[in-house]
């Protein structure tokens, strides 16, 4: 059974251009959620999707926005960006919402640089 | 707001032996579930054990074992015959409507 699936791995953006990033979860796998992983601030969790709606949201600005579309995969988008947005960005799937009784399981990461 | 603090940024273990992460975390909430997560220098984030919070009983996996004390709020990892392919940055996480991650430790073992 394939993992989550994070594309791509790495991305050098410019300050002020805006970026897409792809989530595939586990096949059968309906929630993806998101997370910013930084070395100052740890790793925050950014919003939550199942069955294509946002069910749970961090604290981050609205340039940060997602979607999840009705093979669950999903996207997330930061737009204007800033160098504080400079991360490892990572997707979890699961197959259930996280406040379930269910496992998360994490892509490999998306490194943004913002240059 | 649930809040996970692990206060060990760095820790050292000799090969084979034992070495103790500590967690401790703040909520309001009864059901939970608690989570320690390996991440090494892949950056892939990796299960290590689970812990539900209506279970008395501490959670073991093979190596891996966890003292978990509700009422204390304080959920440390045990790690028994330490191995070099330990080594890596450690998280708990919480988990109730959203996963909440701690700081983390790195792990180093020492051969």
């Known amino acids: 059974k394939a993992g989550v699936t994070q594309t791509p791995r790495y991305l050098i953006k410019t300050r002020g251009q805006q970026v897409t990033l792809s989530c595939s979860p586990i096949?059968?796998?309906?929630?993806v959620s998101w997370y910013q992983q930084t070395p100052g601030q740890g790793l925050q969790f950014l919003f939550e999707?199942?069955?294509?709606?946002?069910?749970n949201k961090g604290n981050f600005p609205g340039r940060f926005s997602g979607r999840q579309f009705s093979n669950s995969r999903s996207e997330m988008n930061v737009s204007t960006l800033e160098l504080g947005d400079s991360a490892l960005y990572l997707c979890a799937s699961s197959y259930l919402m996280t406040t379930a009784n269910t496992e998360a399981f994490f892509g490999q990461g998306t490194r943004l640089t913002v240059v | 707001a649930q809040t996970v603090t692990q206060s060990q940024p760095e820790m050292s273990v000799q090969e084979a032996e034992t070495v103790t992460l500590s967690c401790t975390y703040d909520?309001?909430?009864?059901?939970?579930?608690l989570f320690w997560y390996k991440q090494p220098p892949s950056r892939q984030m990796i299960l290590v054990i689970r812990?539900?919070?209506?279970?008395?009983q501490n959670a073991t996996e093979n190596r891996f074992s966890v003292n978990f004390q509700k009422a204390a709020k304080s959920f440390s990892l045990k790690i028994s015959d330490s191995q070099l392919g330990d080594a890596a940055m450690y998280f708990c996480?919480?988990?109730?409507?959203?996963?909440?991650f701690g700081a983390g430790t790195i792990l180093r073992v020492k051969s």
């Open positions: 096949s059968g796998h309906r929630s």
């Open positions: 996480a919480y988990k109730g409507n959203k996963l909440v």
């Open positions: 909520t309001s909430e009864s059901d939970y579930y």
């Open positions: 812990q539900e919070a209506y279970k008395q």
């Open positions: 999707y199942f069955s294509e709606t946002q069910r």
